[in-house]
């Protein structure tokens, strides 16, 4: 599904095609909370980052946030490069070279209408903010870390896009 989204301001336009379109993970982890969270919470989608298109690209900023070191006692840069409009403050995107084929973008940045998903995905609810209550179903999948499950696998499990 080709996908078209913007910052706030409109100085960076970008589209991109996403084998994993339907907005379902809802990650509390105090990066994603801070930097793009509406309700507390941060929606990425799954994208191939080959397809990529960006207008407005001097606009752009990153933000590589810092995390935890292997050893548990100091911090590192993390791989995870957080793309925004440096005018408006729109999160947009993320990529890392981990996994450069990918790209997700925020969900809050896509203008196209996006599938309603079938059910959500809630992570990192050890870092959520003590104000914020976990909306949705009560049968959602909860987890206080990463999920047991990726992106492309929950799209599979139930039949959405082509991932």
């Known amino acids: 599904m080709l ?9 960076v336009k970008f589209s991109v095609e996403a084998d994993a379109p339907v ?9 994603c909370r801070k930097t793009a969270g509406a309700g507390g919470f941060g929606v990425n989608l799954g994208a191939v980052a080959s397809s990529m298109k960006v207008t407005g690209k001097r606009y752009l900023r990153v933000y590589r946030a810092l995390v935890p070191d292997e050893s ?17 403050g729109s999160a947009l995107w993320v ?6 084929e990918l790209i997700h973008p925020h969900a809050s940045a896509i203008d196209t209408p996006l599938p ?14 003590p104000w914020v209550e976990v909306e949705g179903r009560p049968e959602d999948p909860k987890f206080d870390n990463y999920p047991d499950m990726s992106l492309a696998e929950w799209h599979r499990r139930k039949g959405l896009g082509s991932a």
């Open 116 to 129: 309603l998903p079938p059910d959500h995905v809630h992570i990192f609810l050890a870092s959520k903010a």
């Open 23 to 31: 907005p379902f993970m809802r990650c509390y982890c105090s990066i």
């Open 72 to 88: 548990g006692t100091g911090t590192r840069e993390s791989s995870a490069r957080r793309h925004f409009c440096g005018r408006c």
């Open 95 to 100: 990529w890392d070279p981990t996994w450069p």
């Open 3 to 11: 996908l078209h989204g913007s910052c706030h301001c409109g100085k």
